[in-house]
């Protein structure tokens, strides 16, 4: 079982930053990847970014492409997420979630392909 607890969301003004945390208990992540999902009141769960423990590739949604970036420390087993030039259509809560994985394969945006998801976080992008 991997628990996950997102940390770093709040009130932002448009072209502001956040960086929002995730904490796996200090568990490595090799054999995992981890992602950032996100859904808007209305909206289905969307995926952001992703992350695959072995290497760190990551994989990014178009939508913030150049503004998001994702990394992961894998001495303390968390993964990051900043996110620059925000804007209102990102407000959201934010969720990460996570899957084993020993694929070579890129990691992938799915929803339905998590097992694990943390509690969420909220990120308000407003003036």
């Known amino acids: 079982q991997l628990q996950l607890v997102e940390s770093g969301g709040g009130l932002v003004q448009p072209g502001g930053s956040l960086r929002l945390s995730c904490a796996t208990s200090?568990?490595?992540?090799?054999?995992?990847?981890i992602g950032w999902f996100r859904q808007a009141p209305g909206k289905d769960r969307e995926g952001v970014s992703c992350?695959?423990?072995?290497?760190?590739?990551?994989r990014y949604a178009d939508s913030v492409k150049g503004r998001y970036t994702i990394s992961l420390d894998n001495t303390n087993g968390t993964v990051y997420l900043e996110m620059n030039n925000l804007e209102p259509a990102d407000t959201a809560v934010y969720y990460c979630?996570?899957?084993?994985?020993?694929?070579?394969?890129?990691?992938?945006?799915?929803?339905?392909?998590?097992?694990?998801w943390g509690q969420g976080t909220q990120v308000t992008v407003s003036s």
């Open positions: 992350i695959r423990g072995q290497d760190s590739g990551t």
């Open positions: 200090g568990r490595t992540l090799d054999l995992y990847m």
């Open positions: 979630g996570a899957r084993a994985w020993g694929s070579s394969g890129a990691c992938v945006l799915g929803v339905s392909v998590i097992d694990y």
